[in-house]
Structure formats: structure tokens, C-alpha cells
């Protein structure tokens, strides 16, 4: 079946499983080798593949990959299943990834990104069957692992993109399991990146009641979440 589509048209296909979700503007800043039409002739082939669905989200098109377009792909094997609340959250990160993989290339550090579905893959192929057997694993892997990582210079750096305050056990539970990654060597930093000082305390205070070390950004500084 690789005969199916061209270099190109993999590498959009590849950049879509990789995030589950991003607009039509995002792929096109993650694939600056490529221009406008290629990357739209690209997403009608995927769509008329099955590959992939496309959504209106306020005035952005979004696209999905599905479960057909990611078991092409191979690596992760599952459709995104992003719900129309998520989404928000799920973009913002996406703009978060490429903000911050530019800034530390343009500083001329070799770094490369982790996404949450390739996180929660490496995951799931280490659980063992019993593990895997237990009702809704999968999604609530989802909330044991960062947004995103990055590697650079030899450490793995974890990534919370905070828009909301969650709820106490939520962040007790969450700053407890970096805890543990931090000691294990999972990951050398853990980073949050709040959109308020509001979120940002909330989070500090069980980080510290923990003694887990915590690096803070302001989202508002890292990106224009009106271009998201």
C-alpha cells in the first residue's frame, strides 16, 4: 500500500498522527519545506483516502487522522479522539511545540519533540497484559503522561500546557506522578506552562507540598493564543 502516496504526502499524513489534531496553519509551520497548495492538495487526497477528517473549529479547519490513516502510518496506530472541548487545549499545545522547538533551534540546540499520542504508545507497549486487560487504561494513560516532551542536550523535559485550573486531587495526583518519573529518570525537568498567575499558584503549592521541583512559563509570553 506505500505505493499510495507520495514523500510528501506521507510527511503530512506522518505530521497529523503524530498530533491526533491541528489545523490546516500548523501543518503548514511544521512543514516549512512545503507551500500552500502542496500541503492542501495533500489533505484532499488523505480525506478522499479515509486517512483523515476534517472539522470546522470557529473559523479554523482542523484535521484528524483516523484509525485507517494512523495503522498506515505504523507507529501509533489509533484515530484521535479529540472531543470539540478538548480541542482548544490540544491546538494551543501544538503552538506550544512549535514555539518552543524554534526558539532552542534558533539557539542552535539540537532538540527533538515527543507528542502526547507517541508518549502514550511508549507506554502502552511497556504495560504488561494484565495491565492492558483493565477497564479504560487507555484513557486514563492519557492523564499520567505530559502534553508533550522534549529532548535536548542528553535530558528529557516534560510539558504541561495549563488553560484551566483543574481540580485538586487532579494536580495532587498529576505532581505526585512527575514526582516519581523525576526519581526514576523518566524525565530530568518538568515544565507547566499556565496561562495565569492563578494557575500557576495553585500548581506550585502541590508541587512544593511534594518537594518536586517545577519550572514555570507564562503561556501569554510563548504564544498569541488568538492565532492559535
Given at each position: 500500500?506505500?505505493?499510495?502516496?507520495?514523500?510528501?504526502?506521507?510527511?503530512?499524513l506522518?505530521?497529523?498522527?503524530?498530533?491526533?489534531?491541528?489545523?490546516?496553519?500548523?501543518?503548514?509551520?511544521?512543514?516549512p519545506?512545503?507551500?500552500?497548495?502542496?500541503v492542501?492538495?495533500?489533505?484532499?487526497?488523505?480525506?478522499?483516502?479515509?486517512?483523515?477528517?476534517?472539522?470546522?473549529?470557529?473559523?479554523?479547519?482542523?484535521?484528524?487522522?483516523?484509525?485507517?490513516?494512523?495503522?498506515y502510518?505504523?507507529?501509533i496506530?489509533?484515530?484521535?479522539?479529540?472531543?470539540?472541548?478538548?480541542?482548544?487545549?490540544?491546538?494551543?499545545?501544538n503552538?506550544?511545540?512549535?514555539?518552543?522547538?524554534?526558539?532552542?533551534k534558533?539557539?542552535?540546540?539540537?532538540?527533538?519533540?515527543?507528542t502526547?499520542?507517541?508518549?502514550?504508545?511508549?507506554?502502552?507497549?511497556?504495560?504488561?497484559?494484565?495491565?492492558?486487560?483493565?477497564?479504560?487504561?487507555?484513557r486514563?494513560?492519557?492523564?499520567?503522561?505530559?502534553?508533550?516532551?522534549?529532548?535536548?542536550?542528553?535530558?528529557?523535559?516534560?510539558?504541561?500546557?495549563?488553560?484551566?485550573?483543574?481540580?485538586?486531587?487532579?494536580i495532587?495526583?498529576?505532581v505526585?506522578?512527575?514526582?516519581?518519573?523525576?526519581e526514576?529518570?523518566?524525565?530530568?525537568?518538568?515544565?507547566?506552562?499556565?496561562?495565569?498567575?492563578?494557575?500557576?499558584k495553585?500548581?506550585?503549592?502541590?508541587?512544593?507540598g511534594?518537594?518536586?521541583?517545577?519550572?514555570?512559563?507564562?503561556?501569554?509570553?510563548?504564544?498569541?493564543?488568538?492565532?492559535?
Amino acid at each position: 500500500m506505500d505505493f499510495i502516496l507520495s514523500e510528501k504526502r506521507k510527511d503530512v499524513l506522518v505530521l497529523i498522527d503524530r498530533f491526533g489534531v491541528i489545523t490546516n496553519r500548523q501543518l503548514e509551520k511544521f512543514l516549512p519545506y512545503m507551500n500552500f497548495n502542496t500541503v492542501r492538495r495533500a489533505r484532499n487526497q488523505l480525506k478522499e483516502l479515509g486517512f483523515i477528517e476534517e472539522k470546522a473549529f470557529g473559523r479554523r479547519k482542523v484535521s484528524t487522522v483516523t484509525k485507517k490513516g494512523s495503522e498506515y502510518v505504523g507507529s501509533i496506530m489509533t484515530g484521535a479522539g479529540s472531543s470539540y472541548a478538548n480541542l482548544q487545549h490540544d491546538l494551543t499545545v501544538n503552538e506550544v511545540v512549535y514555539t518552543l522547538v524554534r526558539q532552542y533551534k534558533d539557539k542552535g540546540y539540537e532538540v527533538k519533540y515527543q507528542t502526547e499520542r507517541e508518549i502514550m504508545r511508549e507506554e502502552f507497549l511497556s504495560l504488561s497484559y494484565e495491565e492492558i486487560k483493565k477497564p479504560n487504561k487507555l484513557r486514563h494513560l492519557s492523564k499520567e503522561v505530559p502534553d508533550f516532551s522534549l529532548e535536548m542536550n542528553g535530558q528529557i523535559l516534560a510539558f504541561e500546557v495549563e488553560l484551566n485550573r483543574k481540580t485538586n486531587n487532579r494536580i495532587e495526583k498529576k505532581v505526585n506522578q512527575y514526582k516519581q518519573s523525576v526519581e526514576q529518570g523518566t524525565y530530568t525537568r518538568v515544565f507547566y506552562i499556565c496561562r495565569d498567575e492563578g494557575i500557576k499558584k495553585h500548581v506550585d503549592l502541590f508541587a512544593k507540598g511534594v518537594n518536586l521541583d517545577v519550572s514555570f512559563l507564562s503561556l501569554n509570553e510563548l504564544i498569541n493564543e488568538e492565532e492559535v
